[in-house]
């Protein structure tokens, strides 16, 4: 099992253009997540969709989209980029409904640099 | 308004010896609390976690305690290793399938 992927690693984009982050589980899980991480800030929550066909705003949606695309992926699109959207991005994925720890399991960052 | 707080961003700890990293929240409503450790470029990984109900769970050389009293909770790693030198991320499930994390504190191991 690949976990949780994010494409692309690393992206520079120019104020104004606009890009999608791509994410992908394999885990089977309902619920995925969109953060961001800046110095100082810890993670914050963008968007998560609880289940397929589901989406809710988090803590720092402004500027962002986002689509469930089924199960599997769920993409988080800068539709006109702003240098203040410079961060690491991470996807992360989880199944509340299996009890257990909750745990989240994330992918391992894309890093998003406008100019 | 943060309602997961790590107020130390570094921390500095001798090989062999004991790291104590801390946390504090706000919402007494968090019923389960988890820590995350993370490498450079790298996510976000679990390493450990305590549902309210209990004060303790230790895993190892990893043990958190929590204190719903004082809406606190600690990670005590021994003992320490040069490969845990990371930054740690203290986090609380909110409700409606949200995690509320904290702003992380740096671990460094020194040998």
């Known amino acids: 099992n690949a976990g949780v992927t994010q494409t692309p690693k690393f992206q520079v984009l120019k104020t104004g253009q606009s890009m999608t982050l791509q994410c992908a589980q394999d885990?089977?899980?309902?619920?995925m997540y969109w953060y961001r991480q800046d110095p100082g800030m810890g993670l914050r929550l963008i968007y998560y969709s609880a289940s397929e066909g589901t989406t809710d705003k988090g803590e720092v949606p402004n500027g962002y989209n986002v689509s469930r695309l089924n199960k599997r992926e769920f993409s988080l699109r800068l539709e006109s980029a702003a240098p203040s959207q410079t961060s690491v991005y991470f996807c992360?994925?989880?199944?509340?409904?299996?009890?257990?720890?909750?745990?989240?399991?994330f992918g391992p960052g894309t890093r998003l640099t406008v100019l | 308004d943060q309602q997961v707080k790590q107020n130390s961003p570094s921390l500095s700890v001798q090989e062999g010896r004991i790291s104590i990293l801390n946390c504090d929240y706000t919402n007494s409503m968090f019923d389960y609390f988890l820590w995350y450790k993370k490498y450079p470029a790298e996510g976000p990984t679990f390493l450990i976690s305590?549902?309210?109900?209990?004060d303790k769970n230790e895993d190892g050389r990893f043990t958190v305690f929590l204190n719903k009293s004082a809406k606190h909770l600690s990670l005590h790693i021994v003992p320490s290793q040069p490969g845990d030198s990371a930054v740690y991320f203290c986090?609380?499930?909110?409700?409606?399938?949200?995690?509320?994390f904290g702003q992380g504190t740096r671990l460094t191991i020194n040998p």
């Open positions: 992360a994925s989880t199944d509340p409904g299996q009890g257990g720890t909750d745990t989240q399991y």
């Open positions: 885990m089977n899980h309902n619920s």
């Open positions: 986090a609380a499930w909110g409700g409606a399938q949200k995690l509320v």
């Open positions: 305590i549902s309210s109900i209990k």
